[in-house]
Structure formats: structure tokens, C-alpha cells
């Protein structure tokens, strides 16, 4: 039985053998996927100074000593609004009217002073500012290159591009992107007693496949293709039949449930082996979950997960073993959590790494983490109420209220509130 700390090393360390598969893809289609290469800025941005308010732009120096009792006076010489390409100003000692966003116009005038701060006249039939307090040099200014400077790492290799990035690297002019492309993983789920969502059952002790859309939906969400080869009864061969497709359709990873454990019909870690598969570990020292299985098969470039069938075990397996794989695979950072305090005492069995149902608030003293009641390997409603898993360590057989522990929040953590 290995450890979980060892588990997760052998999982890093066959990720990171397996080659990178990159496409180029249109800066539009790039959401959710994952960069494969840096990006760097291609330009300055902003690529000139422009205004940061609806003003008037001055030299800053020729504002010296104004105030209240000493009011300075600018003729208006021009207009600018964003887009236009200034002319360069006649009059140092002038202002010209400017719009946010608009370019600064060429030679000394290097402030903008708000058009709440200024008073409008008029004098022999031209606009003039009156303003009665100083600005300073680049006030309300937004200088070349302040935001991205051209040639600047912008984006490291492994970033996940949501709407922001797409946002700044169009402010780039950046129209393509060099991302990984997507794992294909295939779902096995095995045992009679199982019967898909939708369909009959054939016999009253059969129970429905919740696993399985559980995983699809977490897979795809993490951008994941995924081959959904359905519910097969305990029958190695057409088992080992399902995973040679796989194979021959270029499947990266395989999720079974179900016939991991030491059972009459536990069969999936015979069928790898005989497939040519190399099972690295079988068992580790967690709960729940223990059965779980892990194996490759290094000339297909391919990884195996078998994971134990009941949905609670299926769920752990997937966030604490296959995530960290997946992420490794797509270039991705680990994931070390957060910190949070045990609300109550918690007794644990010895020896074992527990991932338990959580539900963590936030308040004036940080974060507090309660352990919930039911935490059987069959028991999802309390997994409805819960916003977060809880790591407790291998040592000890009780962590005391107050213990600071590592909780992972569930995708759905901020759809349900963590509040106080």
C-alpha cells in the first residue's frame, strides 16, 4: 500500500514523461484551454500617452502659482477626441480640449487638468480655461508602455486562458495563441448492479450509474474530451476489449469504477497487467478510497485509473489523484489548497491521508472548516451541503478543534456561498 505523498510522485513523474501536444488556435477559441508556450508582449500598451480623463491639456510648468486668489488663464487652440491624430500644438502657453483615451498632443504639453477643475470662458469670441490650482507633470496622463511593455513576459506556459487574458492579449493585437491540446479520457464503469440514468432497470438490485456523469461533467469542465464507453458487467474481456479501443482511438487517460478491490469480480488489475499495462501502485493509504489503482501503458502514452465504485471513493479518487495528473499532463500547477481552522474534535483512523466532506466559512478570525456528519463512501447528501473536501494528515487518531488542516474548495464553492 503506498502513500499518498508517494502516490503523488509517481503520478507527477509519469506526467511528466509523456511529450507535450500543442495546436495554435485563434485567440477567440482559446478560452479554457491551457497555454503551451509564454506569451510576451508584442507592443506597448498603451502604444502612445493619452489622456486618462475628459480635460484639457496644459504644460504642467505654466500652471506654477495658480490659485485661488491668483487664477491662471489658457486659450483653447484645438480639439482632440480618441482616434484622432493630433496636430502639434502652436501655443506652449495654451490648452488644447482633449478626451479619455484621446492621444497627447506632441510637444511640451505634458498634464491634463479634469474638466470639473476648470471654469470656461470666454474671451473676444475664443474659449478660454480658467484654472486656480497647479497640476503636476503626467497628471491624469496614461504613459506609453504603463500597462505592457513590448517584449515582456505576459502569460507563462500552463496559464488557463479565461476572459481576462483574451481581454489583455487583444489589447496586443495578439490573434492566436499556442495551447496544449485537450486529453481525450475514456470512462469505464463496471459491475451488473449498474444501470444508466434513462434507462430500465432490469432487476430490483440494480442502482443507477451516478459515477459516471459525475466524472463526464468534471472532465469536461477541466476541458477534457470524454469518451463515455458506458456501464459493462464484471466481464474482463469485454473490459480489456473496451481499453484496446481506447488505445487504437488515442485515448490519454482511463477512469474505470468499480472492480478494484479484493472481490470475487475484482478483476481490473489482472486485466491491465494482462493488457501489458504497468500498474505503478494498487491501494493507498487514504480514506475513503483506499482500493484505488493507478497504471500506464508507456508505448501508447497512455495512464490508467481505476478507481473503487462506491460514488463518495469515486468522487476522492478523481480530485486527489486524477486532477493532480491531469493538471500535470496539461502543464498545469499543483494545487495546494487552502488553510482552514477544525471547528470541532475530530477522530480519524491511524495511519491513513482522510479526504472528508467539508463545509468552510469565512469570518472576522479567518477561515473555519466543519467536518460533516455522514461520511460514508455511499452517502451524497451530505456532499450537497458540503462547499469543501478536508485533508487530514496520516498521523494521529484525533485532530483537536482549532487544527489547521488543508481544505480544497468544491468547483461549486462560490455558486453556494462561503459566507460567515
Not at 466481464?235 to 482511438?249: K, T, W, Y
Amino acid at each position: 500500500m503506498i502513500s499518498y505523498n508517494d502516490a503523488l510522485n509517481v503520478l507527477q513523474e509519469t506526467a511528466l514523461q509523456i511529450p507535450v501536444r500543442e495546436q495554435e488556435l485563434p485567440l477567440l477559441k482559446c478560452a479554457g484551454f491551457v497555454l503551451s508556450r509564454d506569451v510576451f508582449g508584442s507592443e506597448d500598451v498603451p502604444h502612445f500617452h493619452n489622456s486618462a480623463m475628459d480635460g484639457f491639456a496644459i504644460r504642467a510648468s505654466a500652471s506654477v502659482g495658480a490659485s485661488a486668489v491668483n487664477p491662471l488663464r489658457f486659450p483653447v487652440q484645438a480639439f482632440i477626441a480618441a482616434g484622432d491624430v493630433p496636430a502639434p500644438v502652436q501655443r506652449l502657453d495654451g490648452a488644447v480640449e482633449i478626451m479619455t483615451g484621446a492621444v497627447m498632443p506632441a510637444g511640451a504639453l505634458d498634464a491634463v487638468v479634469r474638466v470639473e477643475d476648470v471654469e470656461v470662458v470666454e474671451e473676444g469670441g475664443k474659449k478660454v480655461i480658467v484654472i486656480r490650482k497647479p497640476v503636476q507633470a503626467a497628471e491624469n496622463v496614461r504613459a506609453q508602455g504603463s500597462d505592457f511593455r513590448a517584449g515582456e513576459l505576459v502569460a507563462k506556459a500552463g496559464v488557463v486562458v479565461d476572459p481576462e487574458h483574451l481581454m489583455a492579449f487583444a489589447s496586443l493585437g495578439i490573434s492566436s495563441l499556442w495551447v496544449r491540446k485537450p486529453l481525450k479520457v475514456a470512462l469505464l464503469s463496471t459491475g451488473k448492479e449498474l444501470t444508466p440514468v434513462g434507462s430500465p432497470r432490469t432487476n430490483p438490485a440494480q442502482i443507477w450509474n451516478s459515477s459516471g456523469p459525475y466524472l463526464a461533467s468534471n472532465l469536461k469542465q477541466m476541458g477534457c474530451e470524454v469518451v463515455d464507453f458506458g456501464v459493462m458487467e464484471d466481464d474482463p474481456e469485454a473490459f480489456s476489449s473496451a481499453v484496446r479501443r481506447g488505445l487504437n482511438d488515442g485515448v490519454d487517460v482511463f477512469l474505470s469504477t468499480g472492480a478494484v478491490s479484493m472481490g470475487k469480480h475484482d478483476f481490473v488489475v489482472e486485466a491491465l497487467e494482462k493488457l501489458g499495462a504497468k500498474v505503478r501502485f494498487h491501494k493507498a493509504a487514504i480514506r475513503p478510497g483506499k482500493p484505488i489503482c493507478f497504471a500506464e501503458f508507456s508505448g501508447k502514452e497512455a495512464a490508467f485509473f481505476g478507481l473503487p465504485g462506491n460514488p463518495v471513493s469515486t468522487a476522492v479518487g478523481l480530485r486527489f489523484f486524477v486532477v493532480p495528473f491531469l493538471r500535470a499532463r496539461m502543464g498545469i500547477g499543483p494545487d495546494s489548497g487552502l488553510k482552514a481552522a477544525l471547528r470541532q474534535d475530530i477522530k480519524k483512523p491511524e495511519g491513513l491521508r482522510c479526504f472528508y466532506k467539508g463545509a468552510v466559512a469565512l469570518g472576522p478570525d479567518g477561515a473555519k472548516v466543519e467536518v460533516l456528519s455522514g461520511q460514508g463512501s455511499y452517502v451524497l447528501s451530505s456532499l450537497l451541503q458540503a462547499n469543501c473536501w478536508v485533508e487530514l494528515p496520516e498521523a494521529g487518531s484525533q485532530l483537536p478543534g482549532g487544527s489547521s488542516v488543508n481544505i480544497f474548495p468544491l468547483e461549486c464553492s462560490f455558486r453556494k456561498g462561503i459566507s460567515s
